[in-house]
């Protein structure tokens, strides 16, 4: 890495830090458990990483690391999203409850 | 494919995982938040499986399979209640990945590592290896393989400091000269010790502030391992989900009224606590007055602790607020931001249990209202319920935001026995006059109170028989 890329690579870092401060200062205490299911599935993006390693070609080493990388961080990917999802699924307001309640009666005529 | 458009891909990518997060400050959108996040991952992985970079393809092909055939019984048949368990096992697994992905970086281009590329390998290296120790030892806590309770010795912290030293000076002498590769598995074996050792000493009231640091080190190693491969959605990716993490510590800590320091380094829950006082005398109550005494109330406010998850009360509250709210009672739901193990964790498991999400209120919305509350039932719950946390300094717990319980017209309290919390402290909430105590397991006796409930006449026929 160049200097210059670095000093990209931090430009970045800092901006990506601070949206991401503005966009989960919003996000509720009710949601704080999927928030960090779903931050786990994303930080499963070293699976990127894994995936050029192992795939790079450059010898044993490579393989059997990047193979294993890509094993761990692509479990952590998709069970973190699944899970995620499962939590949410589960998540319903009162009046959403009645709702699916009346609606068959008022299809019913 | 071109590395323009590779880069592009990555851009594209990075936008989703933002629409994630945003989509998820509101549930009626959360799940098409999860539906973006996914698509903007499986976009990332089709641009890097595309890129001129990769040229085998079968290792790739099996691992992915065997992650997936892993991660989908992880993701979809794990009960709610141990959830924090396994988002802390995933953040193992993640973090594995970059230590190995680091560790086999240095390998393949030692000695010719550049200064900069050599710090932020440093930093991969040592947050990776950390952040899957740390993680796999908060598994073990969750699970209960491990000693729930910290493991102290007299010297900890200066010992568990110079590890860390040695960790941070073996970095900065790999950034010196690369050739001293001999340094590199002993930074390897550092950071794997720091990061367990660090973990071992915390007990298990504080894992909902170690699961958020540790999830805030996973994405800072991810952010690091786009430096080190000049990857920008690596970069974007790690630093939203690290400053999720330090976002969730910060408030993980505020709500116990501790500092990081003190977390890390405090010990908490590790003294035996202050002098009891199991010999003053209780109330006790059973479920039939229980029942008769939520009937006749307007305002009764649930506070669920992880006791009722794990005694998988929670389907028999919801049976009793239901019951509740159909003769007439207002029903909340009082939810302490340490309630259950990880942020969040309570209303998960209330949500699991049908009851909507508009009846969960957080600490700062109820506690005005907790004066108006005719009853106030306990169940499961106890350092959060505290009133000692407001006066008592010589409380461990003092200075930490609770709910003011005692506030209410009266509480009953759902508990096994007379044992103390997580944390080991006394409550003296339980003493009061206006505290009644339900002694039971926490599923039967909810049931218990639900039937003589059902036996009582409808609330209308009640009134207007002592009207007459």
């Known amino acids: 890495m160049t200097k210059e890329q670095l000093e990209v690579g931090l430009y970045i870092f800092v901006l990506a830090s601070f949206l991401g401060f503005q966009v989960i200062t919003r996000i509720p205490g009710l949601l704080h458990t999927p928030l960090m299911s779903l931050t786990n599935a994303i930080s499963g993006i070293s699976l990127v990483g894994s995936l050029i390693l192992a795939g790079s070609g450059q010898g044993a080493l490579a393989s059997v690391f990047g193979a294993i990388a890509v094993f761990a961080s692509m479990t952590n990917v998709v069970s973190g999203f699944l899970i995620t999802d499962r939590m949410l699924k589960m998540f319903h307001r009162r009046d959403a409850q009645k709702q699916r309640a009346r609606r068959p009666q008022e299809r019913a005529p | 494919m071109s590395d323009f458009v590779l880069d592009l891909g990555y851009l594209v990518s990075a936008v989703c995982f933002i629409f994630a997060l945003k989509w998820l400050s509101d549930p009626m959108t959360a799940r098409r938040g ?29 691992a992915l399979v065997l992650g997936s055939a892993a991660g989908i019984p992880l993701g979809l048949l794990v009960p709610m209640t141990a959830v924090p368990q396994r988002t802390a096992l995933s953040h193992a697994f993640g973090a594995l990945a970059v230590g190995l992905v680091g560790t086999a970086e240095f390998y393949l281009h030692e000695p010719d590592i550049g200064k900069v590329t050599m710090v932020a390998l440093g930093f991969e290296v040592l947050l990776g290896y950390l952040t899957f120790t740390g993680s796999l030892v908060a598994f073990g806590k969750l699970q209960g393989i491990a000693r729930d309770r910290p493991w102290i010795y007299k010297g900890q912290n200066a010992v568990n400091l110079s590890i860390l030293a040695v960790g941070l000076a073996s970095v900065g002498l790999l950034v010196a000269d690369p050739g001293r590769s001999m340094l590199f598995p002993i930074l390897i074996v550092v950071a794997l010790g720091f990061g367990a050792m660090l973990v071992i000493r915390i007990g298990g009231a504080d894992m909902p502030t170690v699961i958020s640091l540790l999830n805030g080190y996973a994405g800072l190693s991810a952010a690091m391992m786009g430096f080190v491969l000049d990857n920008k959605l690596l970069i974007i990716a790690g630093a939203l989900d690290g400053s999720s993490g330090l976002l969730l510590s910060i408030i993980m800590c505020r709500a116990m009224n501790r500092s990081f320091a003190n977390v890390l380094f405090g010990g908490f829950g590790a003294t035996e606590t202050v002098a009891r006082m199991e010999e003053l005398p209780v109330r006790t109550t059973s479920p039939e007055e229980t029942a008769l005494l939520l009937d ?93 946390a407001r006066h008592d300094q010589h409380s461990p717990i003092y200075g930490m935001p609770i709910l003011d319980v005692d506030q209410a017209r009266s509480v009953v309290v759902v508990k096994r026995s007379m044992r103390s919390g997580f944390a080991g402290i006394d409550n003296e909430l339980f003493y009061l006059d206006k505290t009644q105590m339900l002694f039971g397991d926490a599923r039967e006796v909810i049931g218990e109170v639900v039937d003589e409930l059902s036996k009582l006449p409808g609330r209308a026929v009640a009134a207007a028989v002592s009207g007459i």
């Open chain 2, 34 to 62: 999860v539906k973006i996040g996914e698509i903007g991952m499986v976009l990332a992985i089709i641009a890097t499986l595309l890129s001129h970079e990769i040229v085998q393809y079968q290792w790739i092909l099996i």
């Open chain 2, 296 to 388: 006749s109330a307007r305002l009764v406010v649930v506070v669920p602790g992880f006791g009722a998850a794990a005694a998988q009360a929670q389907h028999k509250i919801r049976e009793l607020s239901d019951m509740l709210m159909r003769r007439g009672v207002e029903v909340r739901f009082a939810i302490h931001p340490v309630a259950g193990r990880m942020p969040g964790h309570m209303n998960v498991l209330l949500a699991e249990a049908n009851i909507p999400y508009d009846l969960l209120v957080d600490l700062d919305a109820i506690n005005p209202e907790l004066p108006q509350a005719d009853v106030v039932l306990v169940v499961g719950a106890n350092d959060v319920v505290n009133p000692a």
